[in-house]
C-alpha cells in the first residue's frame, strides 16, 4: 500500500494543472459559471469535452491505438482529484465514454472499434442507451423492443424510455429482443443504431429537477444494418451485463466524486459565510456532525474506487464489486445533498437567480437531480439483490 | 500508488488470524478475563510484540500498515486490548523513545515479556488528551486514570498528563510507591479494566517520553491508538456481517431460508458495503500513520468515527438477524458488540473524531483558498 506519488506521477499531475488553468476561463468556479439554460449548459458541456479532447485530455484510460494516453490507474485518481481543484464542468458524452466505449472496447469487432471509439473519445459522436422500456426496468431482460433481421438488415420496432441524452445523441446502443420463443435472457441482442436512421422519434420527458434530460424513444421499423450487433445473435444479455458493470463501476464512481467533492467543497465555504443568528451557519453543532459524516462518506466514495482499482489490477471480477461501489456512491451524495439543505437553514428553499439564494442556489438542484441516484444504473434494490445473492450467496 | 496490501502483511494477517482461531475461549459468551494471558503469550511467541521495534532494536522494523491487518484479525477474535495498547507503546517508543528508553524497554517489548498499560481517560474528561488533568509537578506525578486495560497486570504505565508546557506522555513503572490499582466494573470484563491512581509518585529521570517534542508524541499516541482501534472496529464488523450471513443461510422459516427474504437480504447487503466502507477508511488512515502524512489527523478521524459507527451498526443487525437466539447469553454476539462499546470510547469517540474531521477540512480549504488566492 502506497499513496506516494513518483516524480512522473507528479509531472502527469502538473501538466493537467497547467493545462486545465489555460483551458478554464478566467473565473472559472468563483464568478463565472455554466449557462442556466438547460440547452446551452449541454452545448457548453459539449464544448469542454471537445476541448479536452484537443488538448489531449478525453479518454485518458483509453489504449493509445484509439486515441487514448493509456493512463495508469493512478494517472485516473491524479486526474480526477485535479478535475476537481479546477471545478472542472461535465461532459455530456459520458455515456458514450463511460458505457459504449468501454464495452465495444471489450466484445467490438476491430472494425467497431475503429468506427466508433475515435468520434467517442472526440465527443464527435455523443451516445445514449436504449435498455429500459415501459415494462422493463429493474426486470431488464424483459424488454420487448423487436429486431427482425431481413435482408442483411435488422428492422426495429418499439419503445425505450428514459434514454437520457438522447436529443443530444447521433448514435444509441440499445438491447432489444431478437428471438421472442426462447427465455427471455436468451433472446436479447446488443445493436448500434444510427440515431438518424428514418424512423426514429424522442419525445422529452420532464423531471423533478424540471430539467428535460431524458426522453421516449420510439422505433418504427428502423434499418440497422447487420454489422452493427455487438457479441453474438442471442447473446446481447452477457454484452448488457459488461455495460452495467462498467456504469456501476470505479471509474464511474471516480468521475462522480469529482463532482459530489466540489460540491461539498463549495458548501463548507459558503456555510463559514453565511450567518444564522448570531453564528456563521458552520458553527451550528448539530450540522457539524452530519458535515463531518459527509465528509467522510464522499471521501470513501474515492478510497472505495482506488481500492477497487487495485483489486481488478489483480484480475478480480469486475461485476461483484459494481453494485457495491454504486449502492455506496448514491447513498453517500444523496445524504450529502439533504444535509446541505438542512445546513443552509431557513434560505435553503431559495434558488436559481434569487439575489437571496446561496451559492447562486446551485445546491437546490443538484439535490433535486439526487434522487435519481438510487433509481438508474440499477435502483438500490436490485443492487442490494445482487451482493445478497452474488457476493454474499444468500439465496434467492 | 497502490491500494493493496502485499504478500507479506497478507500472510502476517492470516497468521494472527489463525493463531487467534485456536484461542476459542477468547469469544466464549462468559466474561473471564482468563482466555487473555494464553492468547498473549501465543502472539508474544509468534513475535507479533517485535515487529514494530526498529530492526536496530532486535525487531523487524515495521509499521502500523504491515500489522493492520493483523490488528483487523485481532479484532475479529476479541484479543487482549492490552496486547493492542503495547503495539501503540511499542510504535510510540520505536519513533519518540529515548535511546535510553529505547533500549530499556524495547528488547523487552519485543520479546512479550513487558507488560505496558496505557494510562489517559480520567473521570471528568472529554475525549482530547489535552484535557486531563493529572499532572507532573517537580517530577512528581498526581492524578486518577480511569479504564487502562488489564492495569493489574501490568508492569510498566504509558501514562498521558500536564507537564509545565501541556500534555506529555510519561513512564512509570507499576511498582513505584503511590502507585495502586482498582478493578474496574464495566460491560467489558474481558479487558480487566483498572483505575490507577498515581498518588505523589516520584518520576524517573527519563520518564518523558519525546522531551523534544512532548505534544507530537501525545498527539503520535492519539493517533496511532486511534487508528488501531479503527482496524479492531472493522475486525469485528468483518466478523459480524460474516455470522448474519451464515445464519440468513441456514436458518429457515416458512420454509425457507431467512436469507431469501429480502428484509433479511438486503440488511446484510448494507451491512457488507458498510463493512467494506469502513475498510477503506481505516486501511487509508493506518497508512497516513505508517508515512506520518500530513492529513494523518484527518484520516485518523474518519478511520475511527466511522469503522466505529460501522462496527456499532454491524452489531445491532447482527442481532436482529439472529432473532431470539441474537439476544441470548450463549450465542456470544454480546461479547462483540461490548468489545464495540469499550473500543468507541477509547482514544477518543466518533463525536469527538467527526469533529475533528471538519476542522481539518475547513482548515485544508482555507489553505487552499489562501494559496489560490496568494498566486493570483
Ligand atoms: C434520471 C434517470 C435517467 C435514466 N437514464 C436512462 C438511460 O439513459 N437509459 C436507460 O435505458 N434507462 C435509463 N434510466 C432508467 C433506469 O435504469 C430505470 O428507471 C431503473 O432501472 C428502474 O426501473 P423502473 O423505472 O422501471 O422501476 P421499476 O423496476 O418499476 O421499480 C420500481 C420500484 O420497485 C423496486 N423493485 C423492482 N424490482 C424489484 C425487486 N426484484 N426487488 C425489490 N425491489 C424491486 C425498485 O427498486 C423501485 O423502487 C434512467 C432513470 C432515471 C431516473
Known amino acids: 500500500m502506497d499513496f506516494n506519488y513518483s516524480p512522473s506521477e507528479n509531472e502527469f499531475r502538473m501538466e493537467l494543472r497547467t493545462w486545465l488553468a489555460a483551458a478554464l476561463p478566467q473565473g472559472w468556479g468563483e464568478t463565472v459559471f455554466e449557462p442556466e439554460d438547460e440547452h446551452e449548459r449541454a452545448m457548453f458541456r459539449l464544448d469542454w469535452e471537445r476541448k479536452l479532447h484537443a488538448g489531449g485530455w478525453s479518454g485518458i484510460n483509453w489504449p493509445k491505438e484509439y486515441g487514448g494516453r493509456g493512463a495508469t490507474l493512478i494517472e485516473r485518481g491524479i486526474f480526477a482529484e485535479e478535475m476537481a481543484r479546477a471545478r472542472a464542468p461535465e461532459g455530456i458524452n459520458i455515456i458514450g465514454h463511460n458505457l459504449a466505449g468501454t464495452t465495444i472496447l471489450a466484445h467490438g469487432t476491430e472494425e467497431q472499434k475503429k468506427r466508433f471509439l475515435p468520434k467517442i473519445i472526440s465527443s464527435d459522436e455523443v451516445w445514449c442507451q436504449g435498455f429500459s422500456e415501459p415494462n422493463a426496468g429493474s426486470d431488464l431482460a424483459s424488454v420487448r423492443t423487436r429486431a427482425e433481421l431481413k435482408d442483411g438488415k435488422f428492422i426495429v420496432n418499439g419503445q425505450k424510455i428514459w434514454t437520457s441524452y438522447a436529443q443530444y445523441a447521433q448514435w444509441c446502443f440499445a438491447l432489444v429482443r431478437t428471438d421472442p420463443d426462447v427465455p427471455k435472457h436468451k433472446g436479447l441482442s446488443f445493436l448500434l443504431i444510427d440515431m438518424s436512421s428514418p424512423g426514429i422519434t424522442i419525445r422529452p420527458l420532464r423531471q423533478i429537477s424540471g430539467e428535460s434530460e431524458f426522453n421516449e424513444t420510439f422505433f418504427d421499423n428502423v434499418e440497422v444494418p447487420a454489422e452493427n450487433i455487438v457479441g453474438d445473435l442471442n447473446g446481447g444479455w452477457k454484452i448488457a451485463m459488461t455495460t452495467l458493470a462498467y456504469e456501476r463501476g470505479p471509474e464511474d464512481a471516480l468521475g462522480r466524486q469529482i463532482r459530489f467533492k466540489q460540491e461539498l467543497d463549495q458548501l463548507l465555504i459558503t456555510l463559514t459565510q453565511t450567518m444564522q443568528g448570531n453564528r456563521s451557519a458552520i458553527d451550528n453543532p448539530a450540522v457539524r456532525q452530519r458535515l463531518a459524516r459527509a465528509i467522510s462518506e464522499i471521501e470513501i466514495v474515492r478510497l472505495n474506487a482506488l481500492r477497487s482499482f487495485s483489486r481488478l489490477l489483480d484480475g478480480a471480477d469486475r461485476g461483484s464489486d459494481a453494485s457495491m461501489t454504486k449502492l455506496y456512491w448514491s447513498h453517500a451524495a444523496q445524504t450529502m445533498y439533504e444535509v446541505a439543505m438542512d445546513a443552509l437553514g431557513p434560505i435553503a428553499p431559495l434558488s436559481g437567480n434569487d439575489p437571496a439564494a446561496a451559492s447562486l442556489g446551485r445546491f437546490q438542484l443538484s439535490w433535486l437531480q439526487s434522487k435519481a441516484f438510487t433509481i438508474y444504473s440499477g435502483s438500490s434494490e436490485i443492487q442490494r439483490n445482487i451482493i445478497g445473492e452474488r457476493v454474499l450467496g444468500l439465496p434467492r | ?376
Open chain 2, 1 to 376: 500508488m497502490n491500494f493493496a496490501f502485499d504478500e507479506e502483511q497478507t500472510s502476517l494477517g492470516d497468521t494472527v488470524a489463525r493463531l487467534l482461531a485456536d484461542h476459542a475461549a477468547l469469544v466464549a459468551p462468559d466474561l473471564s478475563a482468563d482466555a487473555a494471558g494464553p492468547a498473549w503469550d501465543a502472539l508474544a511467541e509468534l513475535g507479533l510484540f517485535a515487529m514494530m521495534v526498529p530492526e536496530e532494536r532486535g525487531g523487524a522494523g515495521l509499521g502500523p500498515v504491515d500489522l493492520a491487518l493483523s490488528v483487523e484479525a485481532m479484532g475479529a477474535s476479541l484479543a487482549p486490548l492490552a496486547a493492542v495498547d503495547a503495539l501503540v507503546v511499542t510504535d510510540l517508543l520505536a519513533r519518540h523513545g529515548t535511546p535510553a528508553q529505547q533500549e530499556q524497554y524495547l528488547p523487552r517489548l519485543a520479546a512479550g515479556e513487558l507488560r505496558v498499560a496505557l494510562a489517559m481517560i480520567e473521570k471528568d474528561d472529554d475525549d482530547a488528551p489535552e484535557s486531563v488533568k493529572a499532572k507532573v509537578a517537580g517530577g512528581v506525578l498526581n492524578g486518577v486514570k480511569l479504564l487502562v486495560a488489564e492495569g493489574a497486570q501490568a508492569d510498566l504505565f504509558a501514562v498521558v498528563a500536564q507537564s509545565d508546557s501541556g500534555p506529555a506522555v510519561y513512564l512509570v513503572p507499576a511498582d513505584a510507591a503511590g502507585v495502586s490499582v482498582r478493578a474496574h466494573e464495566d460491560i467489558d470484563p474481558t479487558c480487566a479494566h483498572a483505575a490507577v491512581t498515581f498518588a505523589g509518585v516520584a518520576l524517573g529521570d527519563d520518564a518523558l517520553v519525546g522531551p523534544a517534542a512532548p505534544a507530537r508524541t501525545v498527539a503520535r499516541l492519539f493517533d496511532a491508538g486511534a487508528g488501531m482501534m479503527a482496524c479492531l472496529l472493522t475486525g469485528i464488523a468483518g466478523r459480524m456481517l460474516d455470522t448474519a450471513v451464515e445464519y440468513a443461510r441456514t436458518r429457515e422459516q416458512f420454509g425457507q431460508a431467512i436469507g431469501s427474504f429480502q428484509a433479511i437480504k438486503h440488511r446484510c447487503a448494507d451491512m457488507a458495503v458498510a463493512v467494506e466502507a469502513a475498510r477503506s477508511a481505516t486501511y487509508y488512515g493506518v497508512w497516513t500513520l505508517s508515512e506520518n502524512a500530513p492529513d494523518r489527523a484527518r484520516a485518523v478521524s474518519m478511520a475511527k468515527a466511522y469503522a466505529g459507527e460501522v462496527a456499532r451498526h454491524v452489531c445491532n443487525e447482527t442481532i436482529q438477524v439472529h432473532g431470539g437466539m441474537g439476544f441470548t447469553w450463549e450465542l456470544g454476539i454480546h461479547r462483540f458488540l461490548r468489545r464495540t462499546k469499550v473500543i468507541e470510547h477509547s482514544f477518543g469517540s466518533s463525536v469527538w473524531h467527526n469533529e475533528r474531521v471538519l476542522t481539518e477540512t475547513l482548515r485544508t480549504l482555507a489553505d487552499g483558498e489562501a494559496a489560490q488566492q496568494a498566486a493570483a
